[in-house]
């Protein structure tokens, strides 16, 4: 299960990853926002990232106009590791690497296409393990200070 969030910058992008996840066949949850009515993504992407937190969903994928501030937002939620993406690489290490479970991108910065792959990617990548999780594990202990 995949939990969805987007304000309005990133609202058109959202619905057409629900139309990919459909195709797909991949569940979701879309926890807003609904229409191109100018929102605050900061809201949205705590109740996204609640889903995550909460273990509803397995990832969250959030879109703002930049995909900067709702990844800032999600990054204050405990337990959230947001990635910023635009490009293919970043996408896949992030995963890799980091251990990402929320995918942030821009929908006034990335076009359809390339944000599907990034999405296809985000979902098809698994943890490396190994060196990364002691480094997973420091940023977790950066919560607790
Ligand atoms: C909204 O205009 C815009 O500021 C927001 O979608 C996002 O880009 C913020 O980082």
Request: with cysteine; hydrophobic share 40%.
């Given at each position: 299960?995949?939990?969805?969030?987007?304000?309005?910058?990133?609202?058109?992008?959202?619905?057409?990853?629900?139309?990919?996840?459909?195709?797909?066949?991949?569940?979701?949850?879309?926890?807003?926002?609904?229409?191109?009515?100018?929102?605050?993504?900061?809201?949205?992407?705590?109740?996204?990232?609640?889903?995550?937190?909460?273990?509803?969903?397995?990832?969250?994928?959030?879109?703002?106009?930049?995909?900067?501030?709702?990844?800032?937002?999600?990054?204050?939620?405990?337990?959230?590791?947001?990635a910023?993406c635009s490009d293919y690489f970043s996408a896949k290490l992030t995963r890799?690497?980091?251990?990402a479970?929320?995918l942030?991108m821009?929908?006034?910065?990335?076009?359809?296409?390339l944000?599907?792959e990034l999405v296809d990617v985000f979902l098809?990548t698994?943890?490396?393990?190994?060196?990364?999780?002691?480094?997973?594990?420091?940023?977790?202990?950066?919560?607790?200070?």
């Amino acid at each position: 299960m995949i939990a969805l969030g987007a304000d309005h910058g990133g609202y058109e992008l959202k619905e057409a990853i629900k139309k990919h996840l459909d195709e797909l066949g991949v569940s979701y949850i879309d926890c807003g926002t609904y229409s191109a009515e100018s929102v605050d993504y900061a809201p949205i992407a705590k109740r996204t990232c609640d889903k995550v937190v909460s273990g509803e969903c397995e990832k969250a994928i959030l879109c703002c106009g930049t995909g900067i501030g709702i990844s800032m937002a999600a990054n204050k939620v405990k337990g959230i590791r947001a990635a910023c993406c635009s490009d293919y690489f970043s996408a896949k290490l992030t995963r890799q690497h980091n251990d990402a479970n929320a995918l942030c991108m821009g929908g006034r910065v990335v076009g359809v296409g390339l944000a599907l792959e990034l999405v296809d990617v985000f979902l098809n990548t698994e943890f490396e393990g190994g060196r990364h999780q002691r480094r997973i594990d420091q940023i977790a202990e950066i919560e607790n200070l």
